[in-house]
T-cell receptor
Framework: SQQGEEDPQALSIQEGENATMNCSYK?????LQWYRQNSGRGLVHLIL?????REKHSGRLRVTLDTSKKSSSLLITASRAADTASYFC????????????FGPGTRLSVLP | EAGVVQSPRYKIIEKKQPVAFWCNPI?????LYWYRQNLGQGPELLIR????????DSQLPKDRFSAERLKGVDSTLKIQPAELGDSAVYLC??????????????FGPGTRLLVL
């Protein structure tokens, strides 16, 4: 069963614009991670945010976590064509990661 | 530092045939994961090893799938016999410790399986 659900399923923006993707989940979590997957490649870790954190930054990425709403958002600022990829949230809901579950992903297209 | 290595990268087989995938994790990583990713979906965990012990195989279809991680290093995932619905990308990942979901996972490029 899927824990996280990303929204929107697909997003198309112009280079330089900001992109926001959301992730909603159903049960309490220990932490939430965001990953990127370029076409035909493996996943690359972007950010991990723990349940007691509300916001984290990494370069052009900003992740927020609202445990009361069971949701997280990933913001990519000043997007580039190279940001074109699928973005997945993954939630860790169990002890020692037994319930590590990926959502279906948001497919981001950044047009030059 | 070398990343997670998987082979083969692509495999085409006929249904009912066996197939095996191999994964070599990042050196020193204790935890190894096998995922299956269907087209347009997120990865689905099949099995997680901490060293040589399978600590979570609840999503592994045990009638046809098997896995092993001898000596707690590289791992093999096998399907026998393969079915049409097994067509997917099989991803291997590793993480340094044994805290499972609390760690960054490092993914290999995957093996794309097509069952005809």
């Amino acid at each position: 069963s899927q824990q996280g659900e990303e929204d929107p399923q697909a997003l198309s923006i112009q280079e330089g614009e900001n992109a926001t993707m959301n992730c909603s989940y159903k049960t309490s979590i220990n932490n939430l991670q965001w990953y990127r997957q370029n076409s035909g490649r493996g996943l690359v870790h972007l950010i991990l945010i723990r349940s007691n954190e509300r916001e984290k930054h990494s370069g052009r990425l900003r992740v927020t976590l609202d445990t009361s709403k069971k949701s997280s958002s990933l913001l990519i600022t000043a997007s580039r064509a190279a940001d074109t990829a699928s973005y997945f949230c993954a939630t860790d809901a169990g002890n020692y990661g037994q319930n590590f579950v990926f959502g279906p992903g948001t497919r981001l297209s950044v047009l030059p | 530092e070398a990343g997670v290595v998987q082979s083969p990268r692509y495999k085409i087989i006929e249904k009912k045939q066996p197939v095996a995938f191999w994964c070599n994790p990042i050196s020193g990583h204790n935890t190894l994961y096998w995922y299956r990713q269907n087209l347009g979906q997120g990865p689905e965990l099949l099995i997680r090893y901490e060293n040589e012990e399978a600590v979570d195989d609840s999503q592994l279809p045990k009638d046809r799938f098997s896995a092993e991680r001898l000596k707690g290093v590289d791992s093999t995932l096998k399907i026998q016999p393969a079915e049409l619905g097994d067509s997917a990308v099989y991803l291997c990942a590793s993480s340094p410790g044994t805290s499972g979901g609390g760690e960054t996972q490092y993914f290999g490029p995957g093996t794309r399986l097509l069952v005809l």
